[in-house]
């Protein structure tokens, strides 16, 4: 399983952007998938899940309200809806997937990550 994060770019604060994570392999082998993001000098943070159906959905107090994940298994792909964007949202983000059906916070708990693709909020 490989995943591959894209999609990051510059954008001013208030903005949207759309980021997004390509998969190989079999959707099933990763029911779970999640964003985390890391900004300079800071540990990684998690954003949010979501389960294979699609239909239950996790997000951090950061993000919920101007963030959503959702997922296209036959596309094999997974997104991430980024509005209002914040200066503080500036990061480097990542997507991770998980071989378990449930979902955790703790990076630990996720197999696989994509490389992360860099997010910059002008003020």
């Known amino acids: 399983v490989q995943l591959q994060a894209f999609g990051g770019g510059m954008v001013q604060a208030g903005g949207s952007l759309t980021l997004s994570c390509a998969a190989s392999g079999s959707m099933h082998s990763f029911p779970s998938v999640a964003w985390y993001r890391q900004a300079p000098g800071k540990e990684r943070e998690f954003l949010a899940a979501i389960s294979w159906s699609g239909e239950n959905t996790h997000y951090s107090d950061s993000v919920k309200g101007r963030f959503t994940i959702s997922r296209d298994n036959a596309e094999k792909m997974v997104y991430l809806q980024m509005n209002i964007l914040k200066p503080e949202d500036t990061a480097d983000y990542y997507c991770?997937?998980?071989?378990?059906?449930?979902?955790?916070?703790?990076?630990?708990?996720?197999?696989?990550w994509g490389q992360g693709t860099l997010v910059t909020v002008s003020s």
């Open positions: 991770a997937a998980s071989r378990y059906s449930y979902w955790d916070t703790r990076a630990g708990f996720y197999d696989w």
